[in-house]
């Protein structure tokens, strides 16, 4: 099946529904660090357009005072805290603590205020206390932008759904290693768990709210 067609499938066969942005929205910028944009790094992406993207989406998103949020990859050395996930991918090595390529890339540091989750593996809500934190501040919605669409962007959009938060996900403000991967999973999460949108949605959204 060509694109449109194949998106039509799905729509008549009951996918596809549109969520909405809710009342109360977080911005979360997942695991945009150095090891995705460093081009020695295991893990280089070329991702250098969304890292633009989720730029100009932070701005823009505390410029109207909504929640932003962090999460990154921190490992013990050894990775034992890894488990599974850690042995299965051996680049993940590079975010063992004090590896530079863990830190955030340059654009995308939190402000003080910013709460910032640090996990183990793929999805926010996995093992953190990310659920409860964007509970206590009364947030219905997720603005989810970084990296890998694959992975942990996926990962986290899946969870937000699963506990009750509408997720958006912002195509421009994500990137994966391969263009085709980050569209198909782009498609699926669209089809199944999440609104995907562009980055100009979301800013005509957040302009509403000043």
Known sequence: MTGDSLADDYLQAGFSNRLGFGRQPALVVVDFCQAYLEPDSRLYAGVEEARESCIR???????????????????????????VFFRKVGALECFVRGNPLGHYGEGLEPTSDEVVVVKQYASGFFGTSLASTLTSLGIDTLIITGVSTSGCVRATALDACQHGFVPIVVRD???????????????????????VVSEQEVLDYLALRR
Do not use: M, W
């Open 57 to 83: 989406l932070l701005a823009a998103a505390r410029g109207v005072q909504i929640p932003v949020l962090h999460t990154r990859v921190e490992f013990q050395p050894g990775g034992a805290d890894g488990g």
């Open 173 to 195: 403000a994500c990137g994966d290693r391969d263009r085709s991967i980050h569209e198909a999973n782009l498609f699926d999460l669209d089809a199944k768990y999440a609104d």
